[in-house]
């Protein structure tokens, strides 16, 4: 018997309704059998949607740090940072990232959503206004709404249209922050960060850009805020640690007074218990890997553009490349017909993207082998954009 009858009659008639849409989201248990392989429903599949773009997930280095620091430290950081669960990995990763980003000191967070929604408010307020890219990711508008910001949106990386706006809202707010994707979560492109960076001095904004999708594979590693080597002076470097670092966390690298202000004042920080010692570990590991191999880390872009060329897509900017096909029905069917071919790449359905843009969001990891990139872009030319899913 349900403890509550109307809370039961209100999830299902939602659910229904996800039903007809055909946007009803269930989990599927995938066990990884390796660096590009999972076995889902009794299947293996080679794993062309996962975020581990370095294959660090199952790399040896990185689970021996893991294990060490458990066996010295426990499975578990016991508390917030802030009360005794600061154990003396964290000192150790925040350096490296704050070296790894050009910047004066680093804080870590449980995950790149806690960073993001509690970053913002932490720094923005009910007389300030924050600037979005529209493609931004939902933590980052999230985070924007509990800041009680004006918030004002502009068109995917146009600056003509973020300079309209500056103008004609900068004047009215005490403060302005530009908040963007460096690289793009469903689209794979990159933000014009020079060009960002330019604007946020014209109009003493701040600049703050989620690298989640960039660092250890864009920028000869160091992320979507460096380029041809050279590093571009974005105030806020956010990211994660869960996708090309291989773990889970998440980081905000800035000035040493900003990120001393973080560690107060943030409530995400504050509340939260701190990472287990093996995850904080562990990145540090895949840094090593990732500074001391800089053709490995530049290697699923590589592949990316590989795929790109053999499709006559626009030429990769990151690992993440999207086949739109629009209809979510054409879109799922495509997705059971890789599947079918021994590739795991997911569809991705609205509301993650706009209604209309359905996509096969296809993601190379370093591990991939040329062939199956080549053979993959085959089927989708063949069968997929060709219409012969027979």
Not at 79 to 89: E, K, W
Not at 116 to 132: E, Q, R, T, Y
Not at 258 to 268: E, G, K, P, Q, S
Not at 329 to 338: C, E, H, Q, R, V
Request: glycine letters at 10%; a negative charge.
């Amino acid at each position: 018997m349900s403890d509550s009858p109307s809370l039961d009659a209100f999830a299902d008639s939602k659910l229904a309704e996800m039903d007809r849409a055909h946007l009803r989201r269930r989990l599927v248990i995938t066990d990884p059998l390796g660096a590009t392989e999972v076995e889902r429903e009794g299947k293996r599949l080679l794993n062309f949607s996962s975020n581990d773009y370095l294959g660090l997930n199952r790399h040896p280095v990185l689970e021996r740090a893991a294990m060490d620091a458990i066996e010295q430290f426990g499975v578990g950081s016991g508390a917030s940072r802030l009360v005794t669960g600061n154990h003396p990995l964290f000192r150790e990763l925040e350096t490296r990232l704050a070296t790894l980003k050009g910047t004066e000191d680093a804080v870590v967070f449980g995950s790149g959503f806690l960073t993001n929604s509690g970053v913002i408010p932490a720094l923005m307020g009910a007389s300030d206004a924050i600037f979005l890219d529209e493609l931004s990711h939902a933590c980052i508008y999230y985070g924007s709404r509990l800041s009680d910001a004006a918030t004002h949106v502009f068109r995917h990386n146009d600056l003509e249209h973020l300079k309209e706006l500056l103008e004609a809202h900068r004047g009215a707010c005490t403060h302005a922050m530009i908040v963007t994707d460096g690289v793009f979560s469903m689209d794979g492109d990159l933000a014009p960060v020079g060009a960002l960076v330019d604007l946020a001095q014209q109009f003493d904004a701040w600049l703050m850009t989620d690298d989640a999708h960039g660092i250890g594979v864009v920028g000869g590693g160091h992320g979507s805020s460096f380029e041809n080597g050279k590093r571009h002076g974005v105030a806020l470097q956010m990211g994660t640690l869960s996708k090309a670092i291989g773990g889970y966390g998440g980081y905000l690298c800035a000035s040493q007074t900003v990120i001393d202000l973080i560690r107060t004042r943030c409530r995400t920080f504050i509340y939260s218990t701190g990472l287990p010692p093996a995850s904080v570990a562990a990145a540090i590991a895949a840094l090593d890997l990732i500074e001391n191999d800089p053709e490995f880390a530049a290697r699923p872009v590589t592949l990316a553009k590989r795929f790109t060329r053999a499709l006559n897509l626009p030429n990769a900017e990151s690992p993440i490349v999207p086949v739109i096909l629009g209809d979510t029905d054409a879109t799922l069917t495509a997705g059971k017909l890789l599947e079918d071919e021994g590739f795991l790449v997911v569809p991705i359905r609205p509301p993650t993207v706009p209604d209309g843009t359905a996509r096969l969001r296809i993601t190379f990891s370093a591990n991939h082998e040329e062939r199956d990139v080549d053979r993959l872009a085959e089927l989708i030319r063949e069968r997929v954009l060709n219409g012969d899913q027979s």
